[in-house]
Nanobody
């Protein structure tokens, strides 16, 4: 069983940046690619980005390419999400998740394990 713990959320002004961290532990962590999702109030949870441990392949939501960057530190079992040029509409709870074998990186249902989430609030 993989455990995931997010950190790094907070309050930031529009145009600012934040870096989220997701520490993975338990089980064969390297077998599970990690993705970031977000959920704004009253909205569905949506895909943000994902990365594989072994070769660092990355996947992004089209709308966030060039704004957000996902990376990993294998030695620390940690995945990061660098968020730049933040907008009020980026306000959401951000979750990291470990992906099961098979399935699309872009779909919530492909992920077996989830963290508790970290709140990101962008003020205008």
């Amino acid at each position: 069983q993989v455990q995931l713990v997010e950190s790094g959320g907070g309050l930031v002004q529009a145009g600012g940046s934040l870096r989220l961290s997701c520490v993975a532990s338990g089980g064969p962590v390297s077998s599970y690619p990690v993705g970031w999702f977000r959920q704004a109030p009253g909205k569905e949870r949506e895909f943000v980005a994902a990365i594989t441990w072994r070769n660092g392949y990355t996947y992004y939501a089209d709308s966030l390419k060039g704004l957000f960057t996902i990376s990993r530190d294998n030695a620390k079992n940690t995945v990061y999400l660098q968020m730049n040029s933040l907008k009020p509409e980026d306000t959401a709870v951000y979750y990291c998740a470990a992906k099961s074998y098979g399935g699309s990186y872009y779909l919530r249902g492909s992920y077996a394990y989830w963290g508790q989430g970290t709140q990101v609030t962008v003020s205008s």
